[in-house]
């Protein structure tokens, strides 16, 4: 008989989302006519349609693969030159950022590349995760043996949480232990806080000093708004030599299901074996993608291109201007309704604090039962969530001005 990887039997119980999805489903079996009402806010997934600039690019590309002339088979596993300039150059370098086309990965998420990126890691790091916690981070580790067996709070040995409160901003102060892997997420899911520019400064020195490696999730950057808060981590001097950052287009262009985004790998970032050598990471994780993974379909790459383009970035500030709006909407229903609320200013997502005495599932129970709304219990992304629920703000606006209405007439 084959063996199985123990580490997977640590995960207890399901992935957040399809608990999520279980739970509801067993509600509309039970009332299909509370089924017709429901609004989803939970998950994090776009609903307004790809913009016009993406669309009409992937068109014309799917025609080039339609003549012997302008045929593409298998493309670069990094990514096509023309995306990877696009994005080094707009999103880095038109910003007073070095940072090489070759050193930019086309992925098909930055979700996938966040556990991914664990492939050219060893399994004797120090691992550290700011808790909540965007459940990927934690279970991915856990699926490569990089932690112990879970407690009855389901925090896993071997992992350094790093408390994510409302004192603190929901940025984590800097550990006096050692961490040579540290998860940041910014601005963040689930709790929608951004870091300031000497919050990020302060986990540069620290990842220098500890020679650790930071693994900057900016999925969300293109939400700031605030001109003071940075959207990338090499913003902060020094973090080239210790940070490797992962963006997408999931949630700017709408690409949840079309699947592009990127990681970026400097060539200066460097990491030890076990004998103690230094080596970069750079020709690990080209190695890495070149071996198990073919690179995102051209017409894709073609669409991602096009959101660089005038009439795209135009199309995408529509977009982002939309779920802001929701978010805005939604924040300020939950305030009249006497919650206390976060985020939501420079990022799409609302962190709730729970009215006292109810647990993240049982809130989650009350808000599907008497509103008919999905939102995302707290408990979810970690130990330090209980007691809060995330609202998501990607939806409608005609859903999002309902499920602000319903949230209003709680009354907590």
Known sequence: MAFLNDHFLKLKAGYLFPEIARRVKAFADANPEAAKRLIRCGIGDVTEPLPAAAREAMHRAIDELGECETFRGYGPEQGYEFLRTAIAQNDFRAHGLDVADDEVFVSDGSKCDTGNILDIFGPQNRIAVMDPVYPVYVDTNVMAGHTGEADECGAFAGLLYLPCTPENGFVPAIPAEHADLVY???????????ATRAQLAAWVEYALRENAVLLFDAAYEAYIRDPEIPHSIYEIPGARDCAVEFRSFSKNGGFTGVRCACTVVPKSVMARTASGDSHPLHPLWLRRSTTKFNGVSYPVQRGAEALYSPEGKA????????????AAL???????AGLTVFGGSNAPYIWVANPAGLTSWQMFDHMLGEANIVITPGSGFGRAGEGYFR?????SRANAGEAARRIRALRF
């Open 391 to 395: 609202i998501s703000a990607f939806n």
């Open 330 to 336: 939604l924040a300020a229903a939950a305030r009249d």
């Open 184 to 194: 940041l997420c910014y601005p963040n899911n689930p709790t929608g806080a951004t």
């Open 315 to 326: 199309q995408i500030a529509t977009l982002l201007g939309h779920y802001l709006d929701n």
